[in-house]
């Protein structure tokens, strides 16, 4: 657990952060999914692939906050408009993570409140992350009963949409 008064600064990300957010993504994924997928996803995942990801991203106008500590991408989170047909609010979190080095240390809080703010928001969490669903909640969300069996590297698993209203 990392100390609460550790220094790191938010901003947004530039398209050179590609790599520190991949490597980020990768290191979560495999920190917290490993009770969900399996280690062949997991271990396949790659860091090179997953950073011209990123870049394209930056690029495309998707907002990407990164976390950064002694120079280094310690964290993130993406926001945009929301990319499903129905839409409980217009602004979705497509995406947050941190290393498992850094909870408790409000680098989590600090992304979600840049990359939101006040707005209306909606997400997808995995059904299986109690976790993410609690720090969700203490942020205003709360499940509203739609789920979808998402696809990720040919495994199957289950999300809920969790929806907050404008605080």
């Known amino acids: 657990m990392a100390d609460a008064d ?14 520190g957010i991949a490597r980020v993504h990768v290191r979560a994924w495999r920190e917290s999914y490993g009770h969900v ?12 692939a997953r950073a011209e990801r990123w870049r394209r991203t930056i690029e495309g106008g998707v907002e990407v906050w990164v976390a950064e500590a002694d120079g280094r991408v310690i964290g993130w989170a993406s926001a945009g408009g929301g990319r499903d047909a129905s839409l409980p609010t217009p602004r979705e979190l497509q995406g947050i993570y941190v290393l498992r080095e850094q909870y408790g240390s409000g680098a989590a809080q600090r992304l979600l409140d840049a990359a939101l703010g006040d707005s209306a928001a909606f997400l997808w969490v995995l059904a299986d992350n109690p976790r993410a ?12 009963g739609t789920t979808k069996v998402a696809t990720f590297g040919g495994e199957a698993a289950l ?3 969790m929806v907050r209203p404008h605080r």
């Open 159 to 161: 999300e809920l949409r």
């Open 6 to 19: 550790a220094a790191f600064d938010i901003r947004r990300a530039r398209q050179r952060d590609a790599l």
């Open 37 to 48: 997928f399996s280690a062949f996803l997991l271990d396949g995942l790659r860091v090179d």
């Open 133 to 144: 669903q609690a720090f969700y909640r203490r942020n205003g969300f709360a499940p509203d």
